[in-house]
């Protein structure tokens, strides 16, 4: 394998760390908001199930990344190296801002400017672009959705019962296997992106046919990245997740969490890469909504909101612009 | 219908009828999301307008 390569092979894993360490304090911002884990055991807890997820699903979205974003004839090491660099930097910016954008659509926003620059318009996927364009007002909507309806059926169950303690307990317990469930689900989904650019290097390469599906090294480096990242896990960003945008009590956390997991894994089964933080913004947002709306920090939820606009047409500029320097220098 | 939830959630209806043509594949998905949205709208609206009411018969009895 040529040493170009296996450079944005090192760098896609590089990206699937940040995007651990950038998204899955989302994880794990409910159970420390609610007290169930110290924030040590709780990336510890997440960590783990992002890296088992690669156990329940399978390479559907690592398939779309690597072939319904950009044509596979524009997509040559430079182009997804550019492409990588453009989505870690704006990655490393948000983040720096503390803003719970979506690694994900900086992926897609770098690749598809890394490529346009390149090869103009038509090189790019309408109908993947469509479909993940659609589900970046979709997934969060569902995740709100779920979580609102959950907490009505939770509260309908639970209102008669007068001991609040040990209601609270089973709830906190309940947060356990949510928050796991979520980070399958992150694991899952976030994963598979890194996967599909290490998916598109090697096809570009010449190493596997354009038919070939993620192997198994690639799968088990992928899932390890991201769980590292996890380990190693983004505070700033878990403030404004837990503790920002609406109060959360353990039942609420058990809604948000368990939405967020149902909406990323039939994410994940119909091959569309979506946000995690996105996904469970929407489902704080529903549980916060089913108290009043003024539960709802509506000015950190609009933060949130322009953060996510911005995030695909931002990380296209600055590939863009790495992928002149790379094409100048090459 | 001042309950600006039932706003909120007519308005989440829209947008995910809005996106349901770029992904006509899953028409059955954004139907259903829409349809609760709607229900969530209603029903905030009807329990706000319930609320409205009985609170303008008590002042009504309190003053009459």
Known sequence: MEIGAIIVILVALAFDFTNGFHDAANSIATVVSTRVLSPRY???WAAFFNFVAFLIFSTHVANTIAKDVVAQSALTVGVIFAGLLGAIAWNLLTFWLGLPTSSSHALVGGMAGAAVVRGGFDVLISEGLATIGA???????????????????????????????????????????????????????????????????????????????????VVLSAHTAIALGTLFGGWRIVKTMGFKLTKLQPSGGVAAETAAAATLFFASAQGIPVSTTHTITGAIVGVGASRRMSAVRWRVAGRVLWAWIFTIPGAAIVAGIFSLIVQALA | M??????????????????????????????????????????????NLSARRASIKKRQSLGG
């Open chain 1, 135 to 217: 589900f970046i007002v979709l997934s969060p909507l569902i995740g709100l959705a779920l979580a609102l309806l959950l907490t009505v059926i939770i509260q309908w169950l639970f209102h008669r019962n007068k001991d609040i303690d040990r209601l609270n307990k089973g709830f906190r317990r309940g947060q356990l296997a949510s928050a796991a469930a979520f980070s399958l689900g992150h694991g899952g989904n976030d994963a598979q992106k890194t996967m599909g650019i290490i998916l598109a290097v090697l096809i570009a390469v010449g190493n596997l046919p354009a038919d070939a599906e993620v192997p198994l090294w």
């Open chain 1, 42 to 44: 709780a990336v510890m």
């Open chain 2, 2 to 47: 001042s309950d600006r939830r039932a706003y909120f959630f007519l308005a989440a209806a829209l947008a995910v009828l809005a996106v349901q043509g770029l992904v006509p594949q899953y028409r059955w998905l954004t139907l259903s999301v829409a349809a609760l949205y709607l229900v969530f709208a209603l029903a905030f609206a009807t329990a």
